[in-house]
């Protein structure tokens, strides 16, 4: 069975500094999509940034980027310049083809901005 | 802008009580789910459906069950709310396993 972990209950970063989050998985399938979302205190969770395993190409948003390393199993999400608004709990998920459309979901990084 | 809409926003009830919590979208998405998610704390999947009149019972034991008589409404109900079903509800819908899914605001439910 597929599992996804992320490793860092907490991270805290000061404002307009880099922060990486972490999220490794496990999986024997070659073609699955990986997602990281964003869940704001008391706001709806929003999709973030999703990569497709068979792209090398790292995907980018704006100040989020991806570092994708599928021998690893690796899938971090780096937040360039952060903000006082990028404080919130952030989800690694990851689906596949085995996955019944269902996506398999890490326990949550909270992230703290400090102003 | 939210295409996936959940009510009430936050509901506190009376043990004992029958609650439903609604899960309505427009975008015409085949597959619909509910999430309990205390605060600051992982997902848990109770309940899916990948179509009109087909649900099935998630990964955590729930004593909520759901319907889906049409492809846009999929609500959720308790039929004696207990103190231990305090917690947050998250309703999403998807269509494609390459766009991810696409979350409501959520119901925060207190019984008291």
């Known amino acids: 069975a597929q599992t996804v972990t992320q490793s860092q209950p907490e991270m805290s970063v000061q404002e307009a500094e880099t922060v990486t989050l972490s999220c490794t998985y496990d999986t024997s399938e070659s073609d699955y999509y990986l997602f990281w979302y964003k869940q704001p205190p008391s706001r709806q969770m929003i999709l973030v940034i999703r990569?497709?395993?068979?792209k090398q190409q790292n995907a980018t948003e704006n100040r989020f980027s991806v570092n994708f390393q599928k021998a690893a199993k690796s899938f971090s999400l780096k937040i360039s310049d952060s903000q006082l608004g990028d404080a919130a709990m952030y989800f690694c998920?990851?689906?596949?083809?085995?996955?019944?459309?269902?996506?398999?979901w890490g326990a949550g990084t909270k992230l703290i901005i400090k102003p | 802008e939210a295409d996936i809409y959940q009510t009430p926003r936050y509901l506190v009830i009376g043990t004992g009580k029958k609650i439903t919590l609604e899960c309505s979208q427009t975008?015409?998405?085949?597959?619909m789910y509910w999430y309990q998610q205390d605060p600051g704390m992982e997902l848990h999947l109770i309940h899916y459906s990948y179509g009109v009149n087909s649900t099935e019972k998630g990964d955590l034991s729930s004593e909520s069950t759901v319907s889906r008589i049409r492809t846009e409404h999929f609500p959720l109900t308790l039929e004696s709310a207990r103190p231990s079903h305090t917690s947050q509800y998250l309703c999403?819908?998807?269509?494609?396993?390459?766009?991810?899914?696409?979350f409501g605001s959520g119901t925060r439910l207190t019984v008291v």
């Open positions: 990569q497709e395993a068979y």
């Open positions: 998920a990851y689906i596949g083809l085995d996955s019944n459309y269902q996506l398999i």
């Open positions: 975008m015409g998405h085949d597959k």
């Open positions: 999403a819908s998807s269509v494609l396993r390459d766009r991810g899914y696409t």
